[in-house]
């Protein structure tokens, strides 16, 4: 059988066992064993080379490390960077050194040319500002190894899709000025603040934006012959630029740049389901979390994403992210699970493999 005859075939599986399990919900540790079993089918047909799955409910933990990962390894996140820069924005606030209803223009004089002038910052972090996911050159720049400072004068430059407020639009381009801002306010680099106020101070040992201190040969290669187009898309010449470069891997893209172990994120993810005032003041945590896109059609917090698309079983209150790397995560108030899946095998193909058959399971667990 071949490498796409074998995935056909998973895929098959994976379809029928979830449909199956419906009809009764499995305890979390069944759930998790299945999982498990899930995950070491891919690993065994060469589909997936690495995955680290952690997946906690109060008291009961369960850890698990695929192939060549190691239950401590880093993957890149993707997207889940997205609530680590956003964190960094309501740290600000909750100092008083920011509003989230201030115009971006405030602390980005440049950014004021029409209707940019109304966009705020809390629009930044909702995906409602008007600004795109990736720049129209996008490719290009990374291609010529372009700094974070140029990706940010061209989205400033970038004309807003729709009147900011009135839409919702997955916008990289908006976190990536969120994390401009925190820059401004601070005087210091996004990955420097994030592991002074965040990071270290509370044992996440394993997460940093961009790669710090750490070695590239310390983070799990990616998958890139399965990459998203915006990051190479498997094209042979972007190898200098793709997921698994030196450019992109040291760039620390506030949208997509951070890398972490599955238990460094449960760590993050688990503040929120019982805030300790140690980061934020617990009404700001909660306002994170709180969906702030109701009448736009979509379920979106401060960062994060919400509700049952994280898993068929997750209640309107979770709270997470999918990265398109490979990799997902939530928590859910209403359960006490926190459930992390990351994976070398970007989302395109992972999605519907590995990380949405198996978020479904463990959402869906009983007790």
């Known amino acids: 059988m071949n490498r796409r005859e074998s995935l056909a075939c998973l895929l098959g599986t994976a379809a029928a066992t979830a449909s199956a399990q419906t009809t009764a919900a499995m305890s979390l540790s069944s759930a998790v064993d299945a999982v498990v079993s899930l995950v070491q089918e891919t690993v065994a047909a060469g589909m997936v080379n690495a995955a680290a799955l952690h997946v906690q409910r109060g008291d009961e933990m369960h850890r698990h490390a695929f192939g060549t990962a190691e239950p401590d390894s880093m993957f890149l996140l993707g997207s889940i960077t997205k609530p680590f820069t956003a964190l960094a924005v309501m740290i600000l606030s909750d100092r008083g050194e920011l509003r989230l209803s201030d115009p971006v223009m405030k602390i980005l004089p440049e950014f004021s040319e029409g209707d940019r002038a109304k966009v705020t910052i809390a629009q930044l972090l909702t995906h409602t500002s008007g600004l795109p996911d990736q720049l129209p050159d996008n490719n290009a720049m990374r291609a010529r190894h372009a700094p974070l400072s140029e990706f940010v004068a061209a989205t400033v430059r970038t004309p807003l899709s729709f009147a900011p407020g009135t839409r919702y639009q997955y916008q990289s381009m908006g976190i990536l000025l969120a994390a401009e801002i925190v820059e401004r306010l601070t005087n210091q680099p996004l990955p420097d603040f994030l592991a002074e106020t965040v990071f270290s101070p509370f044992g996440r040992k394993r997460s940093v934006l961009g790669v710090g201190s750490f070695r590239k040969d310390n983070l799990i290669p990616m998958q890139t012959d399965r990459a998203a187009p915006e990051a190479g898309g498997g094209d042979p010449t972007a190898k200098d630029w793709d997921w698994n470069s030196d450019y992109w891997r040291h760039l620390a893209a506030p949208w997509g740049g951070g890398h ?17 005032g140690k980061i934020l003041r617990e009404a700001a945590a909660r306002d994170m ?51 992390v899946l990351l994976t ?3 989302r395109n193909l992972s999605g519907a493999l590995l990380l949405d058959p198996a978020s479904d399971r463990i959402s869906e667990a009983g007790g």
Do not use: I, K, M
Request: proline residues 8%.
């Open 344 to 346: 070398s095998l970007p």
């Open 289 to 339: 979390v709180r969906n702030h896109t109701p009448a736009l059609g979509a379920d979106r917090g401060l960062g994060f994403q919400l509700g049952a698309a994280l898993g068929n079983g997750c209640s309107p209150a979770a709270f997470g992210h999918p990265g398109s790397t490979g990799t997902l995560a939530w928590a859910d108030p209403t359960t006490g699970t926190s459930f």
């Open 260 to 276: 972490a172990s599955a238990g460094d994120v449960a760590l993050f993810l688990r503040e929120f389901l019982a805030p300790s």
